[in-house]
């Protein structure tokens, strides 16, 4: 089991805004576990604190921009990129200002700072959101989309179009996070030569300059615009006949743009709040889209907070029946377990199948058949019991009982033909012959029954 990480210690950045143009600082804190992502502005009374959401996302042009009340956060894409990709799960992010450095365009800095501080493992478990089905997302006004595919692991595909004779096509792709420091963190933002000044006539990039963003220039101007457009940027005068690139520093890579559209996914999807197992497939995204699609994210995991284990009929067993009777002693009726498909250090997954022969249909109810919750929530101690007693030695010679069993929930009926999957984790380390455990059950995707308990281990007389 994959467990969350934080930061081994903090570290510090210090640059200007991209927008605001002011000189800010930005300190990455370790947090504890199941703290998240969470940004507080030190500049403002009462230093107020912020949580990283898709939900509170006010505004996507030329940036992503937090907003929960009087508190404002933009430009925050660059170091949330860094901190999913580098697999940080929870940090504490200060900030003396609306918004973080923009740096040199890209999340190399911030990566060079993990790597540096290192990372602390924490002793709860990452979850992640597992995509099953095909899921998509098109805006048709502007011919953007994005389709998540399953997979097992995260990995995107990106395809950046624009009506450019210097950046067309082009396609990016990362396959591993492990390879995102390397193949991903360098690639700067960029912009048109033509967008600059509607940019700053509405109060927009007054930070930006050569050295933190790829500024191409593809639409001739004539030469007085140029060199105006060059003094309020504050940078020297060049040819305006001369097309390209307009930068200090040379492209990283042929397709930094479409590397730098990836970077600013993984930032923006950062927000949906855990990770995600799935294959991303982007065209001409951008944070309004990647924004949308976060949301769609959130909506889809608020309806199943808690997923359902993969099932596949077709997978032999971890044990079946009779490996499971050398474990229990429970016998017809009472063996409400029939095979165990997945077993890990402190979980286990198992599968009832419910049929119309059970001998508690005849009379729970005759006609109208459900399986009693009773019955759902022994099934669950039955495979809990079975997670114990695999971990300890002569297991036939010991037997579980329930002691406590607590926040029990019935969600749905549970009738003949469903199958009914459980996964059982441990609360805590087993002590002094006391187990306490989590039980989830579903019915396909659908959670159907849930129940916390406590289970004493004893040696059989």
């Given at each position: 089991m994959i467990k969350q990480q934080t930061l081994n210690g903090a570290?510090?950045?210090?640059?200007?805004?991209?927008?605001?143009?002011?000189?800010?600082?930005?300190?990455?804190?370790?947090?504890?576990?199941?703290?998240?992502?969470?940004?507080?502005?030190?500049?403002?009374?009462g230093q107020p604190t912020i949580e990283v959401n898709a939900d509170l996302v006010a505004q996507t042009n030329r940036g992503t921009v937090i907003v929960k009340g009087d508190i404002r956060i933009s430009t925050v894409e660059h170091g949330l990129a860094a901190l999913f990709a580098m697999g940080i799960d929870n940090c504490l992010i200060q900030v003396n200002g609306p918004e973080f450095p923009i740096l040199d365009g890209s999340a190399k800095l911030y990566v060079q700072q993990i790597e540096s501080v290192g990372f602390k493992e924490q002793n709860s478990p990452r979850t992640y959101y597992e995509i099953k089905h095909k899921i998509e997302f098109r805006d048709e006004e502007t011919g953007s989309s994005i389709i998540v595919l399953p997979d097992d692991k995260f990995s995107l595909n990106v395809m950046v179009s624009y009506d450019s004779e210097i950046i067309n096509n082009q396609?990016?792709?990362?396959?591993?996070?492990?390879?995102?420091?390397?193949?991903?963190?360098s690639a700067r933002t960029f912009v048109f030569v033509h967008e600059i000044e509607p940019l700053l006539n509405a109060g927009l990039v007054k930070g930006g300059d050569l050295d933190n963003a790829i500024v191409i220039y593809e639409r001739q101007l004539d030469q007085a615009k140029f060199d105006n457009l060059a003094d309020i940027m504050n940078v020297e005068?060049?040819?305006?006949?001369?097309?390209?690139?307009?930068?200090?520093?040379?492209?990283?890579?042929?397709?930094?743009?479409?590397?730098?559209?990836?970077?600013?996914?993984?930032?923006?999807?950062?927000?949906?709040?855990?990770?995600?197992?799935?294959?991303?497939?982007?065209?001409?995204?951008?944070?309004?889209?990647?924004?949308?699609?976060?949301?769609?994210?959130?909506?889809?995991?608020?309806?199943?907070?808690?997923?359902?284990?993969?099932?596949?009929?077709?997978?032999?067993?971890?044990?079946?029946?009779?490996?499971?009777?050398?474990?229990?002693?429970?016998?017809?009726?009472?063996?409400?377990?029939?095979?165990?498909?997945?077993?890990?250090?402190?979980?286990?997954?198992?599968?009832?199948?419910?049929?119309?022969?059970?001998?508690?249909?005849?009379?729970?109810?005759?006609?109208?058949?459900?399986?009693?919750?009773?019955?759902?929530?022994?099934?669950?101690?039955?495979?809990?019991?079975?997670?114990?007693?695999?971990?300890?030695?002569?297991p036939e010679s010991y037997s579980t009982y329930f002691m406590k069993i607590d926040n029990v929930k019935f969600r749905k009926k549970v009738v003949p033909g469903d199958t009914l999957v459980y996964r059982v984790s441990m609360i805590s380390p087993v002590r002094r012959g006391i187990a306490s455990m989590q039980a989830y059950a579903f019915v396909g995707e659908n959670c159907v029954a849930e129940a916390t308990f406590m289970a004493q281990i004893a040696k059989n007389k």
């Open positions: 570290f510090t950045l210090s640059g200007k805004g991209l927008h605001t143009g002011l000189e800010l600082d930005v300190t990455f804190n370790p947090a504890p576990e199941n703290h998240g992502y969470k940004i507080q502005r030190t500049d403002l009374e396609f990016a792709t990362l396959e591993d996070m492990k390879d995102f420091g390397t193949e991903i963190a005068h060049q040819s305006a006949t001369k097309m390209g690139y307009l930068n200090h520093k040379p492209l990283v890579w042929s397709n930094e743009c479409a590397r730098h559209k990836l970077l600013d996914i993984i930032g923006d999807l950062a927000l949906i709040g855990k990770p995600i197992k799935g294959r991303i497939i982007a065209t001409r995204p951008g944070h309004t889209i990647n924004n949308k699609f976060a949301r769609l994210m959130r909506k889809k995991m608020r309806k199943h907070d808690v997923q359902a284990p993969a099932y596949d009929i077709d997978t032999p067993p971890v044990m079946d029946v009779n490996q499971i009777r050398h474990l229990l002693p429970h016998r017809y009726p009472f063996q409400l377990v029939d095979k165990i498909i997945e077993i890990g250090g402190d979980y286990i997954v198992g599968v009832k199948q419910v049929t119309s022969n059970e001998p508690f249909f005849q009379g729970h109810f005759p006609q109208e058949p459900v399986m009693p919750g009773v019955l759902q929530i022994e099934a669950a101690a039955q495979i809990g019991g079975l997670l114990v007693l695999s971990s300890v030695a002569e």
